[in-house]
């Protein structure tokens, strides 16, 4: 059975949530004001209550998994881990989506609000003369939800070693004949290179390509996780296992110590690949959660996906194009043209 939890206001029990830009929880009915350490000690107090904790378990078996503040069904796809009652707009977390194997080690708060991240889109969208009327309509925009993607992160090293035919192409001339000389070579580089931190989103439904344009994230600011931080977005819990996911950040760590290599063979005019050898050991891996604003919009019957970082305000997406504004465009631009043509063969002195 599906336990949910919500963060309630310390002063009148209304439902609270979290200010990224404040760094604190806030409640808008009578302006309250927590910090972290406010909620944790008053969550301590409750469990120090033992009336009160089999009141809280009997209601859940009772209820099952409904909104604590409306007593409505609560609907949420299977990884929901947090999400918002459509009833009375109440947050809800969902407890055993975050327990056990499920519960994350650190989290990244978000650092901008919903509104940075509506501007933020609005800015994709400016000056594109192609785009589709009513595509960046306020409808559209106000389905930006503010939501906790799952992440692995891998920490790892790597014996790597790469050796590639290079050349070096030298030239030089006389009076009268220009010389070219190249030389061949045989360059090998090898070390241990050291990967903190190699990111792969840890949900099926978000588009990788999309997570991979929004980094870097700086894990610098992961700090441990706490429920709390949840209060006001959506969270999903991760359906890709870690070995799974490794598989991607792998081919990543390969890929990037193949460049460093290569970028260490300087002064050559051409490197060709021919051997390379990628020994990596795991040394860590973590379990976190990281912002992200994310907006779909259906056009023409395809769904366009943008995301923007919630620590670090990058947006992106793909822009679709109106084939009506092109065409437009396409023959405006042909009559502009056409009409300085004629222009310069009338000054040229052309009749017809």
């Not at 350490?37 to 033992?50: A, F, L, M, P, Q």
Request: charged fraction near 30%; charge should be positive.
């Amino acid at each position: 059975m599906e336990k949910v939890l919500d963060e309630k206001c310390l002063n009148c029990g209304a439902q609270i949530t979290y200010n990224p830009k404040k760094k604190l929880f806030t409640c808008e009915y009578c302006g309250g004001k927590f910090t972290l350490e406010d909620i944790k000690k008053s969550k301590e107090k409750v469990h120090k209550t033992d009336n009160l904790t089999r009141e809280f378990s009997k209601m859940e078996d009772m209820e099952g998994y409904v909104c604590k503040n409306c007593g409505a069904a609560i609907i949420s796809l299977d990884n929901i881990s947090s999400t918002t009652c459509l009833y009375c707009k109440s947050n809800a977390i969902i407890k055993n989506r975050l327990s056990g194997i499920y519960k994350p080690d650190s989290i990244i708060p978000f650092k901008f609000l919903k509104e940075d991240a509506i501007l933020a889109f609005k800015a994709l969208c400016k000056g594109r003369l192609l785009l589709p009327s009513g595509f960046n309509d306020t409808k559209n925009i106000s389905d930006m939800e503010g939501l906790y993607v799952p992440f692995w992160l891998y920490d790892c090293k790597n014996t790597a070693y790469l050796k590639c035919d290079a050349t070096r192409v030298s030239s030089w001339m006389d009076s009268r004949y220009v010389y070219t000389k190249t030389d061949y070579y045989k360059v090998e580089r090898g070390g241990i290179l050291n990967f903190e931190s190699v990111p792969n989103d840890a949900a099926t439904r978000f588009d990788d390509e999309i997570m991979n344009a929004i980094e870097p994230f700086d894990y610098k600011d992961l700090i441990n996780f706490e429920t709390s931080y949840l209060a006001g977005f959506l969270s999903e819990k991760y359906d890709v296992e870690m070995s799974d996911a490794y598989i991607n950040a792998k081919t990543r760590i390969e890929s990037d110590s193949t460049n460093y290599l290569r970028s260490e063979m300087k002064g050559y005019t051409s490197l060709i690949n021919k051997e390379k050898k990628n020994d990596i050991e795991v040394n860590k891996t973590k379990y976190v959660l990281l912002p992200v604003y994310v907006l779909n919009i259906k056009y023409k019957d395809k769904i366009y996906h943008f995301a923007m970082n919630g620590q670090t305000k990058k947006m992106v997406g793909e822009i679709p194009v109106s084939k009506i504004k092109l065409l437009i465009l396409s023959l405006v631009s042909f009559c502009f043209s056409f009409g300085i043509i004629l222009l310069i063969f009338k000054l040229m002195g052309y009749r017809w």
